[in-house]
């Protein structure tokens, strides 16, 4: 058993580090917060393309999770069509460009978590 003030002091320092802790937990969710938010209305929760916009485009959003089909693309393709839409490399103009609303970082990435949706 600790003595009382001991327990204050390790429960403060507890907190402490939780709460410096905190940003790095939030920066590190954000990418999925925003493909959440902004993407999957087209591409799908899951990344598998199947968002509820996606009904009747063509082409399609390419289905995140397929490895052989996101190996044809490369992490700077990939990165160019976020950032200046899907016209940028002859895909379709359906997929917007994001340059404006998400910086370089931010799109570096998002290519990262699309990488991480690939299963199989
Ligand atoms: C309005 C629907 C829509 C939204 C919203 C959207 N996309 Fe797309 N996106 C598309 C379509 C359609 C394509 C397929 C383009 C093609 O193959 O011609 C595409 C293509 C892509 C590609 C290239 C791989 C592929 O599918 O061929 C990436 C990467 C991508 N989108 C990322 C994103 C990210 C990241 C967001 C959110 C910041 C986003 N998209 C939001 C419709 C959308």
Known sequence: MLPFISRILLSSFLLITAIHLCPVVLSAAE???IFKDTCSVCHGI?????????QGLEPKPADFTDCKRMTKDSDDVLF????SGGSSAGRSTVMPAWGDSLSDSEIRGMVQFIRGLCKK
């Open 46 to 54: 899951g990344g598998k393309g199947d968002g509820p916009s996606s």
């Open 80 to 83: 160019k069509i976020i950032k």
């Open 31 to 33: 990418p999925a917060a």
